[in-house]
């Protein structure tokens, strides 16, 4: 009996000291495994659904919030992630966001976008008062079919497709981006779960109306009105509107007034603190500032399906091109520094070269069937700068299947580097505007490439057809992404890794916005330093206005 009672006694012990182990075993791992490993856990554990997904404006109002189930595991989560970073006290914040990206189970995780209902001033109340957006002619029809503009009719046989062409105007991407916005298929109305934050403010249309004729005053007050506004919201202050995203159809330089000079260009929305925190983006960007990102002008082609753009570029590749280069555009007597008036001239001597005049008549060059057929036509398009950098054509070209040739890296390289390969060589040809003024041969140097080289980039250039247009907001893309897919795509990824570095506690102190150009064309490792084409962005560009 003695024998076995000493047994009994050990074996509780046992079991006491093994208990024991496991729970402070338990307690180490979850404590040094860090916070994601806990947070996924809990959210895995609890079963937390994913949140209601919305298709249009109507929906995203009428959708309630998250169940409470979710908010008490969001409580608890942020009890564990304060205690973890103390330091920076906004960082628990939108923990909860980082923590549903994680959910591989949810289709959205990681991609939902939360949408502010502005009040009406800020947007509808813009298109209600269309007529008064342009001093020099009316923009109500182009803000119809959800800002497409008139539908055209394909009345010269092969120069559009029956279906998805519209006459867009160049400046109505505000009201296209917000209606294809209102089809994203993952909006959410929970704020604390978006991998960004839409703020659908018209401020292209905005900058527009006030251009000509009215003091800085009145071109400030939409702009301050919805900084205003912005800041006195929680989801504001979640990251300060870091997360914060808009779209603005003009360039940069209509939002970048230097002083407060009655003379001087544009408001200054760009230059306000809060508008530094956001990310805005317009159809040209600043090469010196870190705030803007360019996306494409839109072209007068939004497919409503897959098939409208297979069919578009099968018919691209079979086209004969009969003209070796084209230029579609007028000259600028104004500007000394222009070289339009050049690549004009080598178009009329060139037997192998088209011109569409624009000075004389300018009706043909807004008509969009004379802009396509003679791209159509010919195998290059020459893409000098328009009144600023970036010019609409230049998008109309690469639609026609035409490769595009450039003469200054800040008319599309440096702009659009979300939709682009880095490599430009391989969709397009560069030949700098000075060997343009020493009278070096358009002709020569294009008969130069070799017919294989020059097969390649033509495909290379239909294949990026997708990604540079906007499909038809009224549809949906079975699979190919268009212009918004890939801006909404680039603004997760940019939100994402500023809330990774700042859980990371990682800065960034070296970075130099003078250089903004720069950062975008780095391949992985490589770090800021003498480039190349340095001197095309030695000084800021004074230019403004409208391009064609």
């Not at 947070?39 to 109507?58: G, H, L, M, T």
């Not at 409208?308 to 079979?318: E, L, T, V």
Request: proline share 5%; with cysteine.
């Amino acid at each position: 009996m003695e024998k076995a009672g000493y047994v009994f006694k050990q074996t509780r012990i046992c079991i006491v000291v093994f208990t024991c182990s496991v729970f402070w075993i338990c307690l180490f791992y979850f404590h040094f495994n860090g916070f994601e490993t806990k947070a996924f856990w809990i959210v895995n554990q609890s079963r937390v659904p994913p949140p209601a997904k919305v298709v249009n404006q109507e929906d995203t109002k009428a959708v309630v919030s998250q169940s409470e189930n979710v908010t008490s595991v969001s409580s608890f989560m942020k009890t564990m992630i304060s205690a973890d970073n103390k330091s920076d006290p906004s960082v628990s914040s939108f923990m909860k966001t980082m923590i549903f990206a994680d959910n591989k189970s949810d289709p959205c995780g990681g991609r939902y976008i939360y949408v502010y209902d502005l009040p009406s001033r800020f947007n509808d109340d813009m298109i209600k008062d269309c007529g008064s957006i342009n001093k020099w002619f009316d923009m109500c029809k182009f803000t119809t079919n959800c800002g497409l503009g008139p539908k055209l009719n394909n009345t010269e046989v092969g120069v559009f497709s029956d279906e998805g062409w519209f006459a867009t105007n160049q400046f109505t991407v505000d009201v296209i981006f917000y209606n294809r916005m209102k089809q994203y298929e993952c909006l959410t109305n929970d704020s604390s779960i978006a991998a960004a934050v839409f703020v659908p403010f018209y401020a292209g249309f905005d900058a527009a109306r006030y251009l000509w004729g009215y003091n800085v005053s009145v071109r400030d007050a939409a702009s301050l009105d919805l900084v205003d506004w912005l800041q006195k919201r929680d989801e504001w202050k979640v990251m300060n509107g870091r997360d914060h995203f808009l779209v603005g159809g003009r360039i940069t330089w209509d939002f970048r007034r230097l002083t407060d000079e009655e003379t001087d260009w544009g408001n200054k929305f760009l230059f306000l603190p809060a508008a530094r925190n956001m990310s805005v983006l317009l159809i040209e960007s600043s090469p010196w500032n870190s705030n803007d990102f360019a996306i494409p002008y839109p072209t007068y082609f939004h497919p409503s399906k897959d098939s409208d753009i297979f069919d578009w570029q099968g018919r691209m590749r079979k086209l004969e091109r009969k003209y070796l280069f084209c230029f579609a555009g007028a000259p600028r007597p104004d500007n000394p520094k222009s070289i339009r008036s050049l690549l004009i001239d080598q178009c009329k001597n060139s037997s192998v070269g088209k011109l569409l005049e624009c000075g004389s008549d300018e009706s043909k060059c807004h008509s969009p069937s004379n802009v396509m057929k003679m791209f159509q036509s010919s195998v290059f398009c020459l893409q000098p700068q328009g009144d600023s950098y970036t010019r609409r054509s230049a998008f109309d070209s690469i639609l026609a299947g035409c490769i595009p040739v450039f003469f200054h890296p800040g008319s599309f390289y440096t702009q659009y580097t979300w939709h682009l390969p880095k490599n430009y060589t391989k969709y397009s040809v560069f030949i700098p505007e000075d060997d343009i003024r020493r009278n070096i041969s358009i002709e020569q140097r294009l008969s130069e490439i070799d017919p294989n080289k020059i097969n390649e980039m033509r495909e290379e250039v239909i294949n990026l057809i997708p990604r540079l247009i906007y499909a038809d907001p009224r549809s949906k893309l079975e699979t190919s992404k268009d212009a918004f897919d890939v801006s909404v795509d680039a603004i997760i990824r940019k939100v994402t890794k500023l809330r990774q570095d700042m859980i990371d506690g990682r800065t960034d102190d070296d970075f130099i916005e003078e250089l903004s150009w720069k950062y975008a064309l780095l391949e992985e490792g490589e770090y800021i330093g003498v480039h190349e084409w340095d001197p095309f962005f030695a000084k800021q560009k004074p230019d403004n206005g409208n391009s064609k």
